[in-house]
T-cell receptor, first 110, second 115 residues
Framework: EDQVTQSPEALRLQEGESSSLNCSYT??????LFWYRQDPGKGPEFLFT?????EEKEKERLKATLTKKESFLHITAPKPEDSATYLC???????????WGLGTSLAVNP | DAGVIQSPRHEVTEMGQEVTLRCKPI?????LFWYRQTMMRGLELLIY????????DSGMPEDRFSAKMPNASFSTLKIQPSEPRDSAVYFC?????????????FGPGTRLTVL
């Protein structure tokens, strides 16, 4: 069964303390892996799409990487405004559905 | 450019009442997705449309839920009758099926509370 698992469920960092969030997946026929950010009371906001193992993408303090089994979202020198829930989703097979993880809730303390 | 628009943003109703949620996708997008989000289950896909046609409704919980897309710029999700367990945030997302994999763009959501 296709599955996406995110860890940790929650993470608390001090401002400037770099860390990584993990998204592991078991799917047949990966078409793409997505990272979204969700702020309280808002819809998920698209960050990155990764298509194949070895691919990396960066945006400000965020860097996403992909292997054949998992993806990491590296946060370098985070700021309080990076506090949010980060969601991972995978597109697989021959349909347009995404398989979603439950997210990692990140809190960055000043 | 306007993103996905949803209305209402908040809905409080009593058990047994009919609830209608509305969505306007991004102009030019031809796929539309309805999701439900709860703390316990995260984001669950209810149904998705491609070119106004329902493609997969396997996530619709039961016959009390129905969705329509009468044209490319409007969709509704209806719950009748509503029950307390339907309380959740409902999101609409749209995408353009122009490539190998689509990026979905989400609306702000409708927070539904059924008393």
């Amino acid at each position: 069964e296709d599955q996406v698992t995110q860890s940790p469920e929650a993470l608390r960092l001090q401002e400037g303390e770099s860390s990584s969030l993990n998204c592991s997946y078991t799917v047949s026929g990966l078409r793409g892996l997505f990272w979204y950010r969700q702020d309280p009371g808002k819809g998920p906001e698209f960050l990155f799409t990764l298509y194949s193992a070895g691919e990396e993408k960066e945006k400000e303090r965020l860097k996403a990487t992909l292997t054949k089994k998992e993806s990491f979202l590296h946060i370098t020198a985070p700021k309080p405004e990076d506090s949010a829930t980060y969601l991972c989703a995978v597109g697989a097979g021959n349909n347009r559905k995404l398989i979603w993880g439950l997210g990692t809730s990140l809190a960055v303390n000043p | 450019d306007a993103g996905v628009i949803q209305s209402p943003r908040h809905e409080v109703t009593e058990m047994g009442q009919e609830v209608t949620l509305r969505c306007k996708p991004i102009s030019g997008h031809n796929s539309l997705f309805w999701y439900r989000q709860t703390m316990m289950r995260g984001l669950e896909l209810l149904i998705y449309f491609n070119n106004n046609v329902p493609i997969d409704d396997s996530g619709m919980p039961e016959d009390r839920f129905s969705a329509k897309m009468p044209n490319a710029s409007f969709s509704t999700l209806k719950i009748q009758p509503s029950e307390p367990r339907d309380s959740a945030v409902y999101f609409c997302a749209s995408s353009s099926t122009s490539g190998w994999v689509d990026t979905q763009y989400f609306g702000p959501g409708t927070r539904l509370t059924v008393l």
